[in-house]
Structures are given as structure tokens and as C-alpha cells.
């Protein structure tokens, strides 16, 4: 009874599974995980610099303008062959909005470059602020909810 | 002499000016205030471009959708004419100026805490607003909801929250957290008839079918064990986590209209407050 159970659960979790593993081998999609990664690890380098836990304020421009050249990017990580993953299937049934959010990231950066350009701190922050909302605003749509 | 002549000159320099500055100081604390009790986040339909404070937000519950109230100083739709201790009583006892009981998604059990002169400061600033001419949505609840008469019974058995004392040194943070905050009546779970488990304070509600949930945000390992206190005075300042991640859903709006309008002290002292946890 145990095995027929043990097999049962090992049948229904396989297609899930194997669903998952066939994402991770589908280069669009690692393409498009690697991208949003360096667009995250950029935030984060930001954060580091605008919480002083490192001293270098002259490469905060350098990291905005880092970002503003990968977030340019995101408009066209979505082909049709790159469905899945954790994109929700609307991404692909609304792509005039999609590009319009992209472009709203896209600005967003630029505004950051130029605070960070500029130097001062508060509007550095703000600028930051909103570029990180920019993005969030977009996975609030179109990304399926981290469990 | 020369003193008292002195004091003279300044005090007719100055007497004329007194009454406005202090006026100006309340309204700058009132509204200051006013943000760190997140009053604008729920009491504008940002959904619909709503003017702020005017009220008309949707916030769906297990319950159904309550809709908020107008709060600007409009006379017939909104708070205009409240007395101080209306406004005391609303605000911290969830009783209406006509005596009904308010649903406690006005989350006044915690508010209960809030002090005499703050939520007098409060409502001096939302006096100053433009009054709105808006008049309140009926709520939709579901069929097992009972009316706003048995939320007397409600408070009798569950309300206010009944924290213990916070320890020496993190009463401003447990102030800011407990009461003006409300932090609690999302990051807290709850138990039977909505009461918070006050002994898991912060330490996460569950997400279900009705309810998003929220995270823990004690100093557990699902919580913020692994957030350093300027990680967390970070995440309150501009939303983005230690992992380059940034907040979503309620929380960004808390963050946009409550936690980033503090000063870093305040937020320093709910970081510290919120470490001390577990």
C-alpha cells in the first residue's frame, strides 16, 4: 500500500518537476534569470554605496549607469520561445504594456544616472527608490509570487 | 536691566509671532504624525486617483471589502465639525460620534495606545486639509458578517491589544510599532475571532485564500535574524531588502507613505525594537 501511495506521489510530482528542469535547460529563460540578476546585484551594490557599508560614492554613477545600459534590455527578454518559469503567461497577452512598463524602467534608470551623476544624497535616494518600484511594479503584474 | 530689556524686546519681537509658530509646529508634528500612522495608505483610492484622505479604498478581507472612509474636514462626508474627544473616541475607542461601533479593520485596537496629544496633532492636520466633498461607499461583507452593533461585544472580548510593557530603551520603537504603526495587525497571526496572538508578536500571518499574509518581521530565522539593524532602517527607508529585492503589495505602500517619511532616529528605534523580538 506504502509503495502504491509512494508511487502514485512520485507520478504526480514528475511532470512538475520535469517541467522545471526543462526551463532551467531553455537558454532564453536562463538568459533572461541571468539579466534580472545583474540588474538585482546592481541594487544591491547601490544599497551598499547609499548606506555608506562601503566608501564609494564616486561609483555610485558608474553602477546607475551599469543598470540603465541592462535595464534596456528587459523589453526584449521575452520571446515566445522563452515562456515559463516564473513569467506569467499575460506577459505575452499584453505586450504593448509590457513595453510601456519596460520603458517606465528604463526612464527610471536615466533619472538615476543623472542623480547619481549630480551626487546628492536624497535625490540619489529618491532616484533609487523609484527605479526599484519601476521594477517591482512590473513583477507585481507579471511575476508569478515568490512562495 | 539690561536683561529684563532684553527680554522685553524679544518678547515683542516674538509675541505676536508665538501663536502661528506653535500653530506651524502642531500641523508639522500632526502631519508628521499622520505618516507614521499610515493614515494616507488606506483612506485614498490611489487604485482610482482618489484626492487623498478622501477615502473610498477598497481593502479586502476573509470578512469582504471594506471601504474606507473620508477623512478630509468636509462637513457632511467627512470628519468636519468632530470634536476633540470625537475624534479621541473614534480614533482610539473605534466608537462613532453618533455612539455606533466602527469594524475594527480601522485598526483602533492598536491605536488605543496612541497618545492624548498625538492623535490631537493628527487630527489638527487633518483639519487643515481641503475639505472633499466625497460621501462614503457602503461596505460589502459577506453573509456571516454581523452589523456594527456586535462590535461592542467585540471589543468587550478582544480589544485594545493587551501588549506587556517593552523593555528599557525601545519604548519609542515599540510606540511606533504597537500603536502609530500598526505594524501588528498584519505581521501578527491571529486567533479566534480576530484577537492577535500577542505571545508571536510580529512573528507572521499565514497567507490563505482571502488574505496575502505577511511575512515575520520578529528577529526569528523566518524573520529578520539575518537583517543587520541598518539593513532594516534601509528596507524602511527605500524599500529594497539585503537581497536587491525591493518590497511589494501592502508593504510598498507602507513604506512609500508611512516609513520612508520618518526620521532616521524613528526608524532606527523600530529596527532596534524589532531586533530585540524573540
Known amino acids: ?26 537558454p532564453e529563460i536562463r538568459y533572461r534569470h541571468a539579466i534580472m540578476e545583474t540588474l538585482s546585484n546592481q541594487f544591491v551594490a547601490m544599497g551598499l554605496i547609499l548606506q555608506a557599508k562601503v566608501d564609494r560614492p564616486d561609483e555610485m554613477a558608474v553602477n546607475a549607469r551599469a543598470l540603465a545600459e541592462n535595464v534596456r534590455l528587459i523589453a526584449g527578454l521575452f520571446p515566445d520561445n522563452s515562456k515559463g518559469a516564473k513569467a506569467l503567461p499575460l506577459i505575452w497577452d499584453e505586450p504593448e504594456k509590457v513595453a510601456q512598463a519596460a520603458q517606465r524602467a528604463v526612464d527610471a534608470a536615466d533619472a538615476l544616472v543623472a542623480a547619481a551623476t549630480d551626487g546628492n544624497r536624497q535625490a540619489i535616494a529618491r532616484a533609487f527608490k523609484a527605479a526599484g518600484d519601476s521594477c517591482k511594479g512590473c513583477h507585481e503584474r507579471y511575476k508569478e509570487a515568490d512562495d | 536691566m539690561k536683561t529684563g530689556l532684553a527680554a522685553l524686546a524679544l518678547l515683542l519681537l516674538t509675541g505676536g509671532a508665538a501663536p502661528a509658530a506653535a500653530a506651524d509646529d502642531l500641523l508639522a508634528r500632526g502631519a508628521y504624525l499622520t505618516a507614521a500612522a499610515g493614515c494616507v495608505s488606506c483612506h485614498t483610492d490611489k487604485e482610482n486617483d482618489g484626492t487623498p484622505f478622501a477615502g473610498g479604498h477598497a481593502i479586502e478581507s476573509p470578512y469582504g471589502i471594506f471601504y474606507t472612509p473620508n477623512i478630509t474636514p468636509d462637513s457632511e462626508t467627512g470628519i468636519g465639525g468632530w470634536t476633540d474627544d470625537e475624534f479621541l473616541a473614534a480614533l482610539r475607542e473605534g466608537i462613532a460620534p453618533d455612539g455606533s461601533h466602527y469594524y475594527p479593520a480601522f485598526p483602533y485596537p492598536s491605536y488605543a495606545g496612541m497618545t492624548r496629544d498625538d492623535a490631537l496633532a493628527i487630527k489638527a492636520y487633518l483639519d487643515s486639509l481641503e475639505p472633499v466633498r466625497q460621501p462614503n461607499k457602503p461596505n460589502e461583507l459577506r453573509w456571516f458578517v454581523p452589523g456594527r452593533s456586535a462590535m461592542g461585544l467585540w471589543k468587550a472580548l ?7 510593557e517593552p ?3 525601545l519604548e519609542r520603537g515599540a510606540y511606533l510599532v504597537r500603536h502609530l504603526g500598526h505594524c501588528g495587525e498584519c505581521h501578527t497571526p491571529r486567533g479566534a475571532g480576530g484577537r492577535l496572538k500577542l505571545s508571536q508578536e510580529l512573528a507572521g500571518s499565514p497567507k490563505t485564500a482571502s488574505s496575502e499574509g505577511a511575512p515575520a518581521i ?27 529585492d525591493f518590497s511589494s503589495g501592502g508593504m510598498a505602500a507602507v513604506i512609500e507613505d508611512n516609513t520612508s517619511q520618518l526620521t532616521p532616529a524613528d526608524r532606527q528605534a523600530i529596527a532596534r525594537y524589532l531586533k530585540n523580538l524573540r
Not at chain 1, 500500500?1 to 531553455?26: D, S, W, Y
Not at chain 2, 535574524?225 to 539593513?231: F, T, V
Open chain 1, 1 to 26: 500500500m506504502l509503495i502504491r501511495l509512494t508511487a502514485v506521489c512520485v507520478a504526480l510530482a514528475l511532470p512538475f518537476g520535469a517541467i522545471a528542469h526543462e526551463n532551467q535547460k531553455n
Open chain 2, 158 to 164: 478582544n480589544s485594545p491589544w493587551d501588549y506587556a
Open chain 2, 167 to 169: 523593555a528599557a530603551g
Open chain 2, 218 to 244: 520578529d528577529n526569528s530565522p523566518d524573520g529578520l535574524a539575518d537583517w543587520a539593524l541598518s539593513d532594516i532602517e534601509f528596507y524602511l527607508e527605500l524599500g529594497m531588502r539585503p537581497d536587491g
